[in-house]
């Protein structure tokens, strides 16, 4: 399987921004498709997650009021719409996919991983 994530750019704070991240190879059908974002030397971070058929979203306390997770169907690509952006929002934004839906925030429980795309906030 593999991944790729794209719509990162640079944006000024208050903007939004629209990631994509889409599957070759195969659908995915059971766990989550989620996002994690890693800024210079900070941790993988938690941003939002979806299961694999679009039905439950779930959200980091920093992101819940800002960001929005989406997929039509399981078939199509995962979408981030991350709105209000602060400069604390600046980092590689990663997709990944076959997390536990138990365990969704937790990096490690993810088989298949994007490349990263930079996303950075100005003030």
């Known amino acids: 399987v593999q991944l790729q994530a794209s719509g990162g750019g640079l944006v000024q704070a208050g903007e939004s921004l629209t990631l994509s991240c889409a599957a070759s190879?195969?659908?995915?059908?059971?766990?989550?498709i989620g996002w994690f974002r890693q800024a210079p030397g900070k941790e993988r971070e938690f941003v939002a997650a979806?299961?694999?058929?679009?039905?439950?979203?779930f959200y980091s306390d920093s992101t819940k009021s800002r960001f929005i997770i989406s997929r039509s169907s399981a078939q199509s690509p995962v979408s981030l719409r991350m709105n209000s952006l602060e400069p604390e929002d600046t980092a590689v934004y990663y997709c990944?996919?076959?997390?536990?839906?138990?365990?969704?925030?937790?990096?490690?429980?993810?088989?298949?991983w994007g490349q990263g795309t930079q996303v950075t906030v100005s003030s």
């Open positions: 990944a996919g076959g997390g536990s839906q138990i365990r969704y925030k937790d990096y490690r429980t993810y088989n298949y």
């Open positions: 190879r195969r659908t995915f059908s059971s766990g989550v």
């Open positions: 979806i299961s694999w058929n679009g039905r439950n979203t």
